[in-house]
């Protein structure tokens, strides 16, 4: 069974830095093969694309709402993925999810997927 554990959320006021974690376990994932991704979502509106890594980290990508703003890395050796928000705006505001599993923008092609962590951003 695979488990993806989101943590980091909290407050924080705009303009601030928040840096989310997800790591990953389970007996036959190999987290290294995998493109991880992070989404969000408020009430009442789709799961939105955030920002999605290659397996190597060799190749990001980001939407545009965050670009230059958000920064996503990994660190294979340690099975965890990580989302660097910088200048967080309050429209930011929302659960933040991990994914496993492609580097595309819809969250229909990811396979694995965490609890979420709230991120709260105060203006």
């Known amino acids: 069974q695979v488990q993806l554990v989101e943590s980091g959320g909290g407050l924080v006021q705009a303009g601030g830095s928040l840096r989310l974690s997800c790591a990953a376990s389970?007996?036959?994932?190999?987290?290294?093969?995998?493109?991880m991704g992070w989404f969000r979502q408020t009430p009442g509106k789709e799961r939105e694309f955030v920002a999605a890594i290659s397996h190597t980290g060799g190749s990001t990508d980001y939407a545009d709402s965050v670009k230059g703003r958000f920064t996503i890395s990994r660190d294979n050796t340690k099975n965890t993925v990580y989302l660097q928000m910088n200048t967080p705006k309050p429209e930011d505001t929302a659960v933040y999810y991990c994914?496993?599993?492609?580097?595309?923008?819809?969250?229909?092609?990811?396979?694995?997927w965490g609890q979420g962590t709230q991120v709260t951003v105060s203006s």
């Open positions: 389970g007996r036959f994932f190999t987290f290294s093969t995998y493109p």
């Open positions: 994914a496993a599993g492609s580097m595309t923008t819809s969250p229909l092609n990811y396979v694995y």
